[in-house]
């Protein structure tokens, strides 16, 4: 498919064109599509493949309805503050469909207390998965 038939409202433009601004303003190197690790103990408990990142300044774009993606964001923000030796991050993320914009800044300590606690609610045997509002899996 061409680029036209799978953004059809410029949405995408839009967001490329807003992490663009933000990192022109800097001497910093932009990361897409970059595997991220967070480990915790120093063994590996997940990973997941950011959108855009110049330190400090998480990007990650939805193309549907805006949904409860803070979980998703920690965990970034989370492997990002161990990889860079960060204590706070700014996460951004972009709505192509509404074009609007979601900022918080997220210390590491409270990204990597609410991954820990998900990761601790997984290997809870007495726990069962519950399905959320929009993607049915669990």
Not at 9 to 20: F, I, K, L, P, S
């Given at each position: 498919?061409?680029?036209?038939?799978?953004?059809?409202?410029?949405?995408?433009?839009?967001?490329?064109?807003?992490?663009?601004?933000?990192?022109?303003?800097?001497?910093?190197?932009?990361e897409?599509?970059?595997?991220?690790?967070?480990?915790?103990?120093?063994?590996?408990?997940t990973?997941?493949?950011?959108?855009?990142?110049?330190?400090?300044?998480?990007?990650?774009?939805?193309?549907?309805?805006?949904?409860?993606?803070?979980?998703?964001?920690?965990?970034?923000?989370?492997?990002l503050?161990?990889?860079?030796g960060?204590?706070?991050?700014?996460?951004?993320?972009?709505?192509?469909?509404?074009?609007?914009?979601?900022?918080?800044?997220?210390?590491?300590?409270?990204?990597?207390?609410?991954?820990?606690?998900?990761?601790?609610?997984?290997?809870?045997?007495?726990?069962?998965?519950?399905?959320?509002?929009?993607?049915?899996?669990?």
């Amino acid at each position: 498919m061409k680029n036209q038939e799978l953004d059809t409202n410029g949405g995408v433009e839009w967001a490329a064109d807003y992490v663009m601004e933000r990192v022109s303003g800097s001497n910093e190197r932009l990361e897409v599509e970059t595997r991220v690790d967070y480990e915790r103990d120093g063994t590996l408990v997940t990973f997941g493949y950011l959108d855009a990142y110049f330190t400090g300044h998480l990007f990650d774009l939805k193309t549907g309805m805006e949904r409860d993606y803070i979980p998703q964001m920690l965990v970034y923000a989370a492997a990002l503050c161990q990889r860079d030796g960060l204590d706070q991050m700014n996460v951004y993320l972009l709505y192509s469909e509404s074009r609007v914009v979601s900022h918080m800044e997220v210390t590491r300590e409270v990204a990597e207390e609410v991954v820990n606690s998900i990761i601790d609610g997984v290997d809870d045997f007495e726990k069962f998965p519950e399905k959320c509002s929009y993607c049915k899996w669990c």
